[in-house]
Nanobody
Framework: QVNLAESGGGLVQPGESLRLSCDYS????????MAWYRQAPGKERDLVAS???????RYADFVKGRFTISRDNAKRMMWLQMNSLNPEDTAIYYC????????????WGQGIQVTVSS
C-alpha cells in the first residue's frame, strides 16, 4: 500500500505564491513518475506538472513559467512551487505517483484545496 498526503494549500490573493508538498509512504520499491493534477469545480482533472525519477519535469501550458515541480527521492517528498497565482488556478490539487511495490500501480492523494481570490 502506498499513501500520498498533500499539504500547503489555502487561500491566497492573485499574484501571490503557494508551495504544495506531497509526502509518500509505504513499501515502495520504486516510483517511476510523480505528478500534480488539479480539478476545478465542474471540470475534468487536468495534469499540471510531472516529474520522472531522474528529475525531468514537464508542465501544462497554462502553468509554464509560473509553477515548478521538484522531488527528493531520499526524503520521499514532492513539491509544487506556484507563483503568480490567478483565480483560474483555484482547484483541488492532487498528488499522483506511479509506483512499483511488486506491481506497478497508480496512487493518488486525497487532494488539497487551493483558492485564489481577492
Amino acid at each position: 500500500q502506498v499513501n500520498l498526503a498533500e499539504s500547503g494549500g489555502g487561500l491566497v490573493q492573485p499574484g501571490e505564491s503557494l508551495r504544495l508538498s506531497c509526502d509518500y509512504s509505504g513499501n515502495i520499491f520504486h516510483i517511476n513518475s510523480m505528478a500534480w493534477y488539479r480539478q476545478a469545480p465542474g471540470k475534468e482533472r487536468d495534469l499540471v506538472a510531472s516529474i520522472t525519477s531522474g528529475g525531468t519535469a514537464r508542465y501544462a501550458d497554462f502553468v509554464k513559467g509560473r509553477f515548478t515541480i521538484s522531488r527528493d527521492n531520499a526524503k520521499r517528498m514532492m513539491w509544487l512551487q506556484m507563483n503568480s497565482l490567478n483565480p483560474e488556478d483555484t482547484a483541488i490539487y492532487y498528488c499522483y505517483a506511479k509506483a512499483y511495490t511488486g506491481l506497478t500501480s497508480d496512487y493518488w492523494g486525497q487532494g488539497i484545496q487551493v483558492t485564489v481570490s481577492s
